[in-house]
């Protein structure tokens, strides 16, 4: 589904992504792990073009994302994208962040956006918070929206940056239960998290990071037992307590 | 009482005190001659030249404004040739209209490129709105570039172009928070507007220095012109006070 080929990020001197090849399946929850600084978040932002890679390419569903000639607003209608700050539109109420966007691009008519937000809302419990503003919500709240409006484009692959890393500890939880059972509903997910026991419940592959570097990937299980690298291991010592 | 009659009751005193003599001055500045209707026609130009040199300002202003975002927001590798002479061309006005003083601009224009025009006031509403760009410019670059980056991001990430973000997502937010800025540029305009009389447009500053030639009483025709332009800058504080509030609906909890 996306093939990243060489692809490397510098800002400046300072090389954030060195070289990596990856190729992400249909169907797959890629979690990615390791120490911040790694170059995980820039990773991700990478391949729907949030950073420009300074080298290297990027396919998606055959088209080229890296090429400067592409409809990039079109390759992104299909990649859903959740930030850690939410970035919830605050002149909005919550219907109108959901909906703006599959409106404004033609993908559905507004009583037909509405309808999708009416329903998308009510399968992550807040659907009494259509007409409210982003600031009357809590954390978990927003969270969960931004995951909603993300959906309401029907992604084919959804991209999360460390959804959970700014929640109050109580409202990981929620959030967590939502991706789950998006990742049940086969949706094809890439996560960056610091939530080891998602990881190694749902993801079906994680990639370790280090230094620009996937240093170790495989199965939840060989990397959370068995981890070989010496950086993942001093690493696992450290989150796991 | 009759304001002549009080007048002339006081202009028979020997020795009038501070307050009957303050009421003559007045008198003298104000109702002499039906004078105080030549402060409204200057209050009238007043207002016609704001309103113009607004207009010009914010119009010159939103268009550099978008120059240089749009110019600075570019994809690394994606840039474009003409957007770059015109950035640069926003560059070099916003320089030079900031680089020197508003006065100098005035004469300038009024003595040297449109010396042999009549329309003085025009051409000082001219002035001022080309002055007022500049400014109106840099107050809405900073708004935009100092709302959250991931506002845009967040846009962009559904698919959204970058002017459908710019004009439902950055736009909307970056009006509320460069509003007091925008007011207080408005209340600076209001005011300079007072400068064009050096170029002899007809605004209050000049009815009132034709009033103290008369007169040579310079006292009360120049505080009633302060009056006059502090009941206009209140009037308008008020408005915009209005005016935020109502942008605030969204902050609410």
């Given at each position: 589904m996306i093939d990243v080929k060489h692809l490397s990020k510098a800002f400046g001197d300072n090389?954030?992504?060195?070289?990596i090849d990856q190729h992400i399946y249909p169907g797959e929850k890629v979690v990615i792990i390791g120490p911040s600084g790694s170059g995980k978040s820039t990773f991700l932002r990478c391949l729907n073009l949030l950073e420009t890679p300074t080298a290297g390419t990027i396919t998606f569903d055959g088209a080229v994302v890296t090429d400067p000639k592409a409809d990039i607003d079109k390759i992104r209608q299909q990649m859903g994208m959740v930030f850690q700050h939410f970035n919830l539109f605050p002149n909005m109420t919550v219907r109108k962040n959901i909906t703006l966007a599959p409106v404004r691009t033609k993908l559905m008519g507004q009583a037909e956006a509405d309808d999708t937000a009416t329903a998308l809302l009510k399968r992550v419990g807040l659907e009494e918070k259509a007409d409210a503003y982003p600031a009357q919500l809590s954390g978990g709240q927003k969270q969960r929206i931004a995951i909603v409006r993300a959906l309401a484009m029907k992604p084919k692959l959804m991209l999360f940056d460390?959804?959970?890393?700014?929640?109050d500890p109580e409202m990981v939880g929620e959030v967590l239960e939502v991706m789950k059972e998006l990742a049940q509903d086969g949706m094809t997910m890439v996560v960056v998290t610091h939530e080891m026991g998602f990881a190694r419940e749902v993801g079906s592959r994680v990639l370790f990071m280090d230094e620009g570097h996937v240093m170790e990937e495989g199965k939840p299980e060989d990397i959370f037992?068995?981890?070989?690298n010496p950086r993942l291991q001093e690493f696992l010592s450290k989150v796991l307590h | 009482m009759d304001p002549t009659a009080l007048y002339e009751s006081f202009k028979a005193l020997q020795n009038p005190n501070f307050f009957q003599d303050a009421y003559m001055q007045f008198y003298k500045a104000w109702f002499a001659e039906d004078r105080w209707l030549t402060y409204f026609k200057g209050l009238s130009t007043t207002l016609y030249v704001t309103v113009i040199a607004l207009a010009i300002g914010v119009v010159l202003g939103v268009l550099v404004a978008t120059v240089r975002t749009a110019h600075d927001q570019?994809?690394?590798?994606?840039?474009?040739p003409f957007l770059g002479i015109v950035n640069a061309v926003c560059r070099v006005y916003v320089t030079i209209i900031r680089g020197t003083p508003m006065m100098v601009q005035l004469m300038i224009m009024g003595?040297?490129?449109?010396?042999?025009?009549?329309?003085k006031t025009l051409v000082g509403a001219l002035t001022l709105g080309i002055n007022s760009g500049a400014y109106v410019a840099e107050i809405i670059r900073g708004g935009l570039m100092s709302l959250d980056p991931g506002q845009m991001e967040a846009g962009r990430s559904l698919g959204l172009g970058y002017l459908d973000t710019m004009r439902f997502v950055v736009i909307p937010q970056a009006f509320k928070a460069i509003l007091p800025s925008l007011g207080n540029e408005f209340i600076v305009l209001l005011k300079d507007t007072s400068l064009i009389s050096v170029v002899s447009g007809k605004e209050i500053v000049y009815f009132a220095r034709a009033i103290v030639t008369k007169t040579y009483e310079p006292m009360a025709p120049y505080l009633i012109t302060a009056a006059m332009y502090l009941v206009l800058v209140l009037i308008f504080s008020w408005l915009q006070g209005k005016l935020e509030r109502r942008l605030r609906q969204s902050d609410r909890r």
């Open positions: 090389l954030v992504l060195d070289n460390e959804p959970t890393s700014a929640l037992s068995r981890p070989q | 570019q994809r690394p590798g994606r840039h474009n003595f040297a490129v449109f010396a042999t025009s009549r329309e």
